[in-house]
């Protein structure tokens, strides 16, 4: 896999969004409590070791119900093709300006042992609030964001349900 | 005389018909003297549209399935219609030729009257007739699982269909089966071999998210540019094994369709946008609500019989255009600056008996299968009753697969996939090792016995039940309910997962959730160990001699369903 040749331009236009500060607990390769110690500065321990999506909401945004926003757009496969590595994109929609720019995003998977699987820090030398990443997933469930503003202002996407299957029998 | 263009062009068509249609076959089998292929001249662009051929070069018999039930949005919509339903939908309960081609009603009896359906050198007659009529305004379009489905196919890795493909003049491919062969060879195959554009807008690489193939391809035909966009099955890692595709990720991909449809017109100018699909029927329903500027979608995947009228969702037209070479479907449209001005359709059976081979492709099919002959006609049994594979629940030739993996794997149960694809055999007929091959050409075929507890069974098949029934189109694979052998239940397509299966039996006993059960299967997801599904069935065939389905294990379904249109016979689910 590794043999491909690299254009930069793809290489940029996959990864993260230049700029972006990415705190991650989702990603499969490292438990929340070995990716970050507690004494990590800034690392939202207690959000992110929560167990219950209202817990991790509350613990994350303060809050537990955010109006759904046309602005914040969450792509997630409908059936998941390996529920390890579930691919989901976010954009929000944000001038990005020095008075007016995405802040923070989150995102949460309902019922996964820990429901917030990251968490990513903008500015507006970002550019744009986009990010690709991929997620774990054990089973079926809703994947959701909520973005929040520098002023504060929070604003969610509609909920995703990824389907997590045994597959087979198609066509 | 002074001849308009119409009348030279219908003149052609009769001249051309003469030497088209078999020696009195239209009279013999039609009681009719018109050429029901005959089509008069209309438009600036003629589309021809095949799919899910499954690899069928020969003319095969095609039962219509009596059971495919449709739930939420689609309740009672085509192509969830069966038996009378469909013909009365469609308003063609005649000609018996109609019932024949679009309904399950008296199929043994009318497949005696108008033989096999399909067959590359009887389509081929069709589209070089079509196109000698059209002329350069013809685009021909296959919309997918071409390479799979047959002996020859899988021995030759789909190179024979690759051939046939590019004799037949195919445009414009679109995959699902073919990525079954494994990446490379797809690859192989499309680079080096295929004279079609093979398109996908919605294939991306796992690694950087980017396009694997060309998302669409522009046409210029009569002056005008049209779009085609490709859209691969979107559940192909999932309903066949992933490490066959380890590279790529599949899925709908509305919104980066949506880009591409907007991307025809604003920047490539596209006058019309066709979206040659194989997402099945009520997938293909849900984009096009979702996708605007889409003018036609050319479906497959579900092997539907989606026409003759197509289905309107705003403005875009859909169509699902069966299986195993069965039907041709033809647009005429008259495509303006940036719009589509008018259009006709036109639904074709393929009746084999009454359409004469192209010679050439006659000889190409004689050449690839001539390796093979003697192993495609081994004979192995005869079957007293007809067998079939296409319905919701058990059809009899997976019910004879299931009696055939219980009684070789000794298991007290056995799962079969619900396979869409499979042609029949009538009463009589003799079951050759290329028949076997026709249930069975998978590239993991393999042969597994699985110890389930009674939780396990019923989990399984709520999660196949789960991909079939979901209200919520978007999230069904296509695909059939699993085949059981001796599992009996009561079933509600309408409840939501974990509900819809209840009252479990296996061998008529209740099935208890913790006690565990010996289940033989095949086409496991996971690269496995195991005789190939072929050997096990046709060995077991050979023992028998003489076999005949005398009971299905169909499930009870709930009374609901006693209305439902997409069930021909509700008797035969005790409703």
């Given at each position: 896999m590794m043999n491909k040749p690299i254009a930069r331009r793809q290489f940029l236009g996959a990864s993260l969004a230049t700029g972006a500060v990415a705190t991650a607990a989702?990603?499969?390769?490292?438990k929340p409590q070995m990716a970050f110690a507690d004494n990590v500065a800034g690392w939202p321990a207690k959000a992110f070791d929560a167990k219950l999506l209202k817990d991790a909401m509350s613990d994350s945004i303060g809050k537990t119900d955010v109006p759904v926003s046309s602005k914040v757009k969450l792509t997630a496969p409908t059936i998941a093709e390996n529920g390890g590595a579930v691919p989901v994109t976010i954009e929000v929609d944000s001038p990005m300006t020095a008075d007016d720019y995405i802040a923070t995003v989150y995102l949460f998977v309902?019922?996964?042992?820990?429901?917030?699987?990251s968490q990513f820090t903008f500015t507006p030398a970002s550019g744009q609030a986009y990010i690709q990443q991929r997620i774990k997933m054990a089973k079926t469930d809703n994947v959701r964001v909520v973005a929040k503003t520098n002023k504060g202002v929070l604003m969610a996407s509609a909920p995703r349900e990824v389907k997590v299957t045994i597959g087979g029998c198609g066509g | 005389m002074n001849l308009s263009r119409r009348d030279f062009m219908q003149l052609m068509g009769i001249a051309g018909a003469g030497s088209f249609l078999t020696r009195g076959a239209v009279q013999s089998a039609w009681g009719a003297d018109a050429d029901p292929y005959e089509i008069p001249d209309y438009g600036n662009v003629t589309l021809l549209h095949m799919t899910d051929s499954h690899a069928q070069l020969l003319p095969v018999w095609w039962r219509e399935p009596d059971t495919n039930i449709g739930v939420g949005p689609?309740?009672?919509?085509v192509p969830h219609l069966c038996g009378q339903w469909m013909l009365d939908y469609y308003g063609v309960a005649t000609p018996p030729s109609s019932k024949y081609a679009y309904s399950c009603l008296d199929f043994d009896t009318l497949a005696h009257k108008y033989g096999k359906i399909g067959g590359y050198a009887h389509i081929a007659s069709l589209v070089k007739r079509y196109r000698q009529q059209r002329g350069d305004k013809v685009l021909l379009l296959d919309g997918g699982d071409t390479w799979q489905g047959s002996a020859t196919s899988l021995w030759t890795k789909g190179a024979d269909m690759v051939g046939a493909q590019n004799l037949l003049g195919i445009d414009d491919f679109v995959g699902h089966w073919e990525f079954t062969y494994g990446q490379d060879q797809v690859q192989h195959l499309v680079k080096?071999?295929?004279?079609a554009n093979f398109l996908a807008q919605n294939v991306f690489s796992n690694t950087w998210q980017e396009l694997v193939f060309k998302p669409y391809h522009i046409h210029e035909v009569s002056g005008r540019k049209i779009a085609v966009i490709g859209q691969a099955f979107p559940f192909t890692p999932i309903a066949n094994p992933g490490y066959m595709i380890p590279d790529w990720g599949f899925g709908i991909h509305t919104e980066h369709m949506q880009k591409m449809v907007t991307e025809c017109r604003e920047q490539q100018h596209a006058d019309l946008v066709v979206v040659l699909s194989h997402n099945g029927a009520d997938v293909d329903k849900k984009m096009a609500a979702m996708v605007k500027g889409i003018d036609i979608i050319l479906g497959g995947h579900t092997h539907d019989i989606m026409g003759p009228k197509p289905f309107m969702v705003g403005k875009t037209l859909i169509i699902n255009t069966s299986t195993n070479g069965k039907i041709l479907a033809r647009f005429d449209l008259d495509v303006g600056k940036g719009k589509l001005n008018g259009w006709r359709f036109h639904y074709l059976p393929v009746f084999s008996n009454l359409i004469k081979e192209d010679a050439e492709m006659a000889d190409y099919i004689h050449k690839v299968r001539s390796p093979y002959q003697e192993k495609l006609a081994q004979p192995l049994a005869t079957t007293e009753s007809l067998l079939y594979r296409r319905d919701n629940f058990n059809g009899s030739f997976d019910q004879l697969l299931c009696d055939a993996l219980r009684d070789e794997m000794d298991c007290e149960a056995s799962f079969s996939p619900g396979f869409r694809w499979g042609y029949c055999k009538l009463p009589g007929e003799t079951i050759t090792m290329e028949d076997v091959m026709g249930q069975t050409a998978i590239t993991y075929p393999q042969v597994t016995v699985n110890t389930y507890t009674g939780e396990q069974i019923k989990n399984i098949m709520e999660q196949v039940a789960d991909n079939i029934f979901n209200p919520n189109p978007y999230y069904q694979q296509g695909g059939d309910m699993i085949r059981v052998g001796n599992i009996q239940y009561d079933f509600n397509p309408d409840e939501k997962i974990y509900h819809r299966c209840s009252n479990m039996r296996i061998g008529g006993k209740p099935m208890s959730a913790s006690k565990k059960y010996k289940v033989a299967g095949w086409a496991a997801m996971q690269p496995v160990e195991g005789k190939p599904v072929w050997e096990v069935f046709s060995k077991w065939l050979q023992s028998k001699k003489h076999v005949r389905v005398d009971k299905l294990d169909l499930p009870v379904l709930n009374k609901d369903m006693q209305s439902n249109k997409g069930i021909a016979f509700p008797k035969m689910y005790q409703l």
């Open positions: 989702g990603l499969g390769l490292l309902d019922h996964n042992p820990t429901p917030l699987a | 689609v309740l009672n919509q080096t071999q295929l004279k």
